[in-house]
């Protein structure tokens, strides 16, 4: 397990592999048996990377993205902005998404990434996450940090296999 607590930055356009391969292997890691096994294979890193460079390019306007690096090289990555609903926002900030390196899991990056996205929200802002319903120990991760399942849920459909997807809420920090 990792001692030294990560150095969170914002996200550069150098990042954005790094960032890539972190999230691909990510998804392949958590989502073993939860999502079909044809489908995360076919994911690609380099294509992932080349979607995340246009958006880069082309600004992620209230989004902020940020990176956990240890020792020069990132190891996490976390995504948050307004709450969307629908195609609007709201005053509620969301967690759109954190990944850490598989290599690094349990090693406080994770934690550190959170509180500093949360960090980035209004102090009044509700701050909300969508989570798979069969991922217990990212569900964990949350309900350690202060969340809690509201009720809402979302379809998710991998492959024609549908993954539920669970609301996970946490009141204001002011």
Partial sequence: ??????????????????????????????????????????????????????????????????????????????????????????VDAELYAIYVDPAHLGGGIGRALLAAAAGRCPADARLLLWVFKGNAPARRFYERAGFRADGAQEPFEADGVPVPEVRYVRAPAG
């Avoid at 990042?15 to 995360?40: E, M, N, T």
């Avoid at 090289?73 to 969307?84: D, E, H, Q, T």
């Fill in 1 to 90: 397990m990792d001692e030294q607590l990560p150095r969170i930055r914002p996200m550069t356009l150098a990042d954005c592999d790094r960032v890539s391969a972190i999230r691909v292997r990510g998804w392949q890691h958590a989502y073993r048996g939860l999502l079909p096994q044809p489908y995360l294979d076919r994911l690609d890193v380099a294509a992932d990377a080349e979607r995340r460079r246009e958006r880069f390019a082309r600004g992620s306007g209230p989004v902020v993205n940020l990176v956990a690096e240890r020792d020069g090289r990132v190891l996490g990555w976390a995504a948050v902005g307004p709450y969307r609903d629908g195609e609007t926002y709201t």
